[in-house]
């Protein structure tokens, strides 16, 4: 159930009506907009009448919800999440954010060199994956705590954010010191486990569609995180897995603009993971970012032929800037612009 306040509602009136949720076997979620603040209340049974809500002071709409996800759904927050950092970085906002950076931290002079590259062209977002989950166990698997030391000391020098993936609930106490956003991959996008632990940490988590997921499943996903409290969660497009074998996936952008209705989350595209060729992320990135995503994560290695994981797939320094050049000029036409 949706309960959205009137713009003048006290908040003696929207805590009653919270108190009043509460009794009636909800769990209430709140919303607080520029203008107007909205109660999401999750779980109880199905034959409550909206009537009793309707009536209290300070109420101007209740709308039973009959989608699996409540708190994901768009009616939830209609303006639209915003992500903001510290360093007055939005995801959601205006701005294209663009999160960049290496398959795997492999070293300090490989990290620090994409980082600095990376960083002259405009991107915001250092990635890279100190624990890698690999297809193969005989793949490289990532440094662990010395590949996040790393990614925070490239990050703090060249003053970026710091993005990368936590694989299981252990990690998260690890990792909270290092990254200013927890990744989980499309590999562990229903481990509901670790989601629900993520859900009580007060960090923003982006969350990757997994292989063959459909939208409705990687909402319900995010309404684990929603439900444990934390609602800083961006959502990632990376492709799913179709029939056709040219590319490493199918990259769905159509997603794009469907969860930008359905959901108030913001939206990014991993058109590296999305396509696994290097000479059609560009296309995808460009056509993502004409389809409104909000933010793109972008694989980019100074050396790629020599990468330890995903080099097939990851930019050449000089097509990452001349990628953020098409970025600048596509971006204006559907009204945003580079962070």
């Known amino acids: 159930m949706i309960v959205a306040m009137q713009d003048s509602a006290s908040e003696d009136q929207i805590q009653h009506v919270i108190d009043q949720l509460v009794q009636m076997g909800f769990e209430v ?7 107007q603040t909205v109660l999401g209340g999750v779980g109880a049974h199905p034959e409550f009448d909206i009537r009793e809500v309707e009536m209290l002071p300070g109420v101007q709409q ?4 009959t989608s699996p ?3 994901a759904a768009r009616s939830f927050r209609p303006e639209g999440t915003v992500v903001k950092f510290a360093n007055g970085v939005e995801i959601g906002g205006k701005n294209v954010v663009v999160m960049a950076g290496p398959c795997s931290v492999e070293s300090h002079d490989q990290l620090f060199a994409v980082s600095e590259l990376i960083a002259k062209a405009g991107a915001r977002v250092l990635r ?6 690999r297809s193969s166990p005989y793949s490289f698997q990532g440094l662990g705590e010395e590949g996040l030391k790393l990614l925070r000391e490239a990050g703090d020098r060249f003053n970026l ?3 990368s993936e936590v694989m299981e609930i252990s990690q998260i106490p690890l990792m909270l010191p290092y990254v200013d956003i927890f990744q989980v991959g499309a590999r562990n996008m229903q481990n509901f486990n670790l989601l629900r632990e993520l859900g009580k940490a007060r960090k923003p988590v982006l969350l990757k569609r997994g292989i063959a997921a459909t939208i409705e499943e990687l909402l319900l996903s995010a309404e684990y995180l929603l439900s444990g409290g934390n609602y800083e969660i961006i959502l990632c497009e990376r492709g799913i897995r179709t029939f056709e074998t040219y590319t490493r996936n199918t990259m769905d952008i159509s997603a794009i603009p469907i969860i930008h209705k359905l959901s108030h989350l913001p939206m990014t595209a991993d058109p590296s993971h999305g396509t696994g060729r290097r000479d059609k992320v560009a296309p ?5 970012v ?14 790629p032929d020599k990468a330890l994981s995903d080099g097939a797939q990851s930019l050449y320094p000089e097509q990452f800037a001349k990628l953020m050049d098409e970025i600048r000029m ?8 580079i962070a």
């Open 290 to 303: 004409a389809a409104g995503a909000d933010a793109l994560l972008i694989e980019v290695h100074h050396q």
């Open 128 to 133: 890279g994956g100190a624990f890698k989950p």
């Open 161 to 163: 954010l710091v993005i």
């Open 62 to 65: 209740v709308h039973r919800i």
């Open 330 to 337: 596509i971006a204006p036409a559907i009204g945003r612009q």
């Open 29 to 35: 979620h709140r919303s607080t907009g520029a203008r």
């Open 69 to 71: 996800y409540k708190l």
């Open 284 to 288: 995808m990135a460009l056509a993502s």
